[in-house]
């Protein structure tokens, strides 16, 4: 399957490719459950991040895609000691867009934290005083390094899921089953 249109530079929000049963939609990535929960989507690629923060009632996640592999973490600046805040039970103020995979983490450490919702630019919250910590993604670790954080717990991996609207794939069985098939045989294939 071709896109008709490149994605990256095209700033057209449905996207033609040469299949005729086939248009792809370009939306942030927090929306992609929302589109597909309504039908307005009948599949959509997800980070397990956003499936986390995101009610996930009447979609079939089908796929671990294995594509924007990354690892959910706490950090901390370089200078802050974790481990004795922890000790002592001190409370944390964390600032992260993850609010609810924050808040199961810490709740399943007896930890008490206050949370403050971002929107981005995660790893400026310790440097300004803003808050001890963050929770993040964190892939090559470039971004926490070149900032002067330091990872100091992983709460889990994360990577892209294939997400699919359960009445579509009933009414669209014929039409949505083989591509659930070209992303299995793809993935297998990448896998050697
Ligand atoms: N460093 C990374 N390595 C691998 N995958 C990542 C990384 N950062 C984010 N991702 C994945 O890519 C998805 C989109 O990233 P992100 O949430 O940062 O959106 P964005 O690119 O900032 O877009 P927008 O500004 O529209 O919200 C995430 O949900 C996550 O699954
Ligand atoms: O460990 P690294 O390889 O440095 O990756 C980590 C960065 O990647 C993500 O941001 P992204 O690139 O998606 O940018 P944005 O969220 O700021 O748009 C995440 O929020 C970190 O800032």
Known sequence: MVALDDPETSRKLIITTNRPDVRLIMVRAADVPTYVQYGAADMGVAGKDVLLEHDTSGLYLPLDLQIADCRMMVA???????????????????????????????????????LIKLYGSMELAPLVGLADAIVDLVSTGSTLKA??????????????????????LKLKYQAIQPLLETFRLAIQKKNG
């Open 147 to 168: 900032n002067n954080l330091r990872a100091v717990e992983e709460i889990m991996p994360i990577s892209a899921r294939l997400i699919v609207n359960q009445a579509a």
């Open 76 to 114: 901390v600046r370089n200078d802050f000691d974790y481990a004795a805040t922890v000790f002592q039970g001190a409370r944390l103020r964390v600032a992260t867009k993850y609010v609810k995979t924050a808040r199961d983490h810490f709740a399943a450490k007896g930890m008490h934290v206050d």
